[in-house]
């Protein structure tokens, strides 16, 4: 099999054929280094090591790959993900963006994740990274940067709701979201602490629920101050219920939530095949630029490897064979997913399994992936119409 390239891929991204031809020089090196450090990603360049390394630092001082990662938005996409990432940086502690995570110990910073679904997967389309250091030098908080982060895609979102985590689960997220008439999916978080639901009449809500039940409590409001529609799913098997909260209807709320759930993977690809964490960037500004490109690479090697998983491990359906809609491969209603076509991701495929294809054959994929990435980046939009 010939060695992959993403030139082709890269030159629907950026306006420039120089800049390209540069992003798609790194870009192979961080899916040949699997990994986000210069050092990795230039011992994977051609020629001198050294020379490859400016060449990187050459990028990020001259090419923002922030400005062109919303390209990769889908205005068709049901919902649109909000993922933070805890990024550990245990030897930076004098870096200018790196404070400590959560357990008030360890050194680094979070990068929220914005993204939308495909096929069981995600492509990213914007970030926000922030840690307690930035917090403090800023004189803001990690809800404002919440809020910087969702305001930042607020013309892509349209009426898409937006599906987030318990780390989302705080009334100041929800009264902002409620006053921008954003449509939100969000987790409940029932730690040590849960909120307080309040019915119409003002009395207290219990949140009860038994295993294999599913209860829906409407119109229901949060500390007493926001409205929404609670349901909660307890599946046999789970030691605890999942609860959502939304100002959608519930129990679309609830369907759209556990896809999100099956979109997780594709955020652990990040970090285990292509190296996310492995940061070693002085400044912030060239960190989210590496980090724009990176989630660029990794949305090309997500729609190659796609194709790859349907050619190695769908399974042609017979003529008279009838087999639930949920065995079948998405796009590709002629075929089913195979045990290992379930078992692996694209990415995965791409990066990790030796491949038994002849040059043709993935040149072929290639150029299937070529034009599907390219009617993303290039997703036509309606233009006024002069009367």
Same mark, same amino acid.
């Given at each position: 099999?010939?060695?992959?390239?993403?030139?082709?891929?890269?030159?629907?991204?950026?306006?420039?054929?120089?800049?390209?031809? $540069?992003?798609?020089? /790194?870009?192979?090196?961080?899916?040949?280094?699997? &990994?986000?450090?210069?050092?990795?990603?230039?011992?994977?360049?051609?020629?001198?090591?050294?020379?490859?390394?400016?060449?990187?630092? =050459?990028?990020?001082?001259?090419?923002?790959?922030?400005?062109?990662?919303? =390209?990769? %938005?889908?205005?068709?996409?049901?919902?649109?993900?909000?993922?933070?990432?805890?990024?550990?940086?245990?030897?930076?502690? @004098?870096?200018?963006?790196?404070?400590?995570?959560?357990?008030?110990? *360890?050194?680094?910073?979070?990068?929220?994740?914005?993204?939308?679904?495909?096929?069981?997967?995600?492509? +990213?389309?914007?970030?926000?990274?922030?840690?307690?250091?930035? /917090?403090?030098?800023?004189?803001?908080? $990690?809800?404002?940067? #919440?809020?910087?982060?969702?305001?930042?895609?607020?013309?892509?979102?349209?009426?898409?709701?937006?599906?987030?985590?318990?780390?989302? &689960?705080?009334?100041?997220?929800?009264?902002?979201?409620?006053?921008?008439?954003?449509?939100?999916?969000?987790?409940?978080?029932?730690?040590?602490?849960? +909120?307080?639901?309040? !019915?119409?009449?003002?009395?207290?809500?219990?949140?009860?629920? &038994?295993?294999?039940?599913?209860?829906?409590?409407?119109?229901?409001?949060?500390?007493? @101050?926001?409205?929404?529609?609670?349901?909660?799913?307890?599946?046999?098997?789970?030691?605890?219920?999942?609860?959502?909260?939304?100002?959608?209807?519930?129990?679309?709320?609830? #369907? /759209?939530?556990?896809?999100?759930? @099956?979109?997780?993977?594709?955020?652990? !690809?990040?970090?285990?095949?292509?190296?996310? *964490?492995?940061?070693?960037?002085?400044?912030?500004? %060239?960190?989210?630029?590496?980090?724009?490109?990176?989630?660029?690479?990794? &949305?090309?090697?997500?729609?190659?490897?796609?194709?790859?998983?349907?050619?190695?491990?769908?399974?042609?359906?017979?003529?008279?064979?009838?087999?639930?809609?949920?065995?079948?491969? +998405?796009? %590709?209603?002629? =075929?089913?997913?195979?045990?290992?076509?379930?078992?692996?991701?694209?990415?995965?495929?791409?990066?990790?399994?030796?491949?038994?294809?002849?040059?043709?054959?993935?040149?072929?994929?290639?150029?299937?992936? /070529?034009?599907?990435?390219?009617?993303?980046? #290039?997703? +036509?939009?309606?233009?006024?119409? $002069?009367?």
């Amino acid at each position: 099999m010939e060695k992959f390239t993403i030139v082709e891929f890269m030159q629907t991204v950026f306006d420039e054929k120089a800049t390209a031809e $540069r992003a798609s020089e /790194i870009g192979e090196g961080i899916l040949a280094g699997r &990994s986000l450090r210069m050092t990795d990603i230039a011992n994977q360049m051609q020629g001198n090591t050294d020379a490859a390394y400016k060449r990187i630092q =050459r990028f990020i001082e001259q090419e923002d790959a922030r400005e062109v990662l919303g =390209r990769l %938005h889908q205005p068709t996409a049901e919902f649109m993900i909000g993922d933070p990432t805890e990024i550990e940086r245990p030897e930076a502690g @004098k870096t200018e963006y790196v404070g400590t995570l959560k357990d008030g110990k *360890t050194k680094g910073f979070w990068c929220l994740v914005l993204a939308t679904p495909y096929r069981g997967r995600a492509i +990213p389309c914007g970030f926000v990274t922030y840690s307690s250091k930035t /917090i403090a030098n800023n004189q803001d908080s $990690r809800n404002l940067n #919440h809020f910087r982060a969702f305001e930042s895609i607020k013309d892509l979102l349209g009426d898409k709701p937006l599906v987030l985590d318990r780390e989302f &689960s705080y009334l100041e997220l929800l009264l902002n979201l409620i006053e921008e008439q954003v449509s939100f999916v969000i987790r409940l978080n029932l730690g040590s602490h849960p +909120p307080t639901f309040y !019915d119409q009449e003002g009395k207290i809500v219990a949140l009860t629920i &038994s295993a294999g039940e599913t209860v829906t409590l409407n119109k229901v409001w949060y500390k007493g @101050k926001a409205c929404v529609n609670l349901i909660g799913k307890w599946r046999k098997g789970l030691s605890q219920p999942l609860w959502v909260m939304t100002n959608l209807e519930a129990q679309k709320g609830l #369907h /759209i939530y556990f896809e999100r759930m @099956k979109i997780e993977q594709s955020f652990k !690809d990040l970090k285990d095949l292509l190296g996310m *964490t492995k940061l070693m960037y002085k400044k912030q500004e %060239h960190m989210e630029k590496m980090i724009a490109l990176l989630l660029i690479v990794f &949305s090309i090697g997500l729609l190659v490897g796609e194709n790859l998983r349907d050619f190695l491990y769908g399974q042609p359906i017979g003529e008279n064979e009838v087999i639930p809609q949920e065995d079948v491969i +998405p796009d %590709h209603p002629q =075929r089913r997913q195979s045990k290992k076509w379930k078992l692996y991701s694209g990415l995965f495929i791409l990066l990790r399994q030796k491949l038994t294809l002849s040059n043709d054959q993935f040149a072929i994929i290639i150029q299937q992936t /070529i034009t599907t990435f390219s009617a993303l980046v #290039h997703f +036509p939009v309606r233009s006024p119409v $002069r009367t």
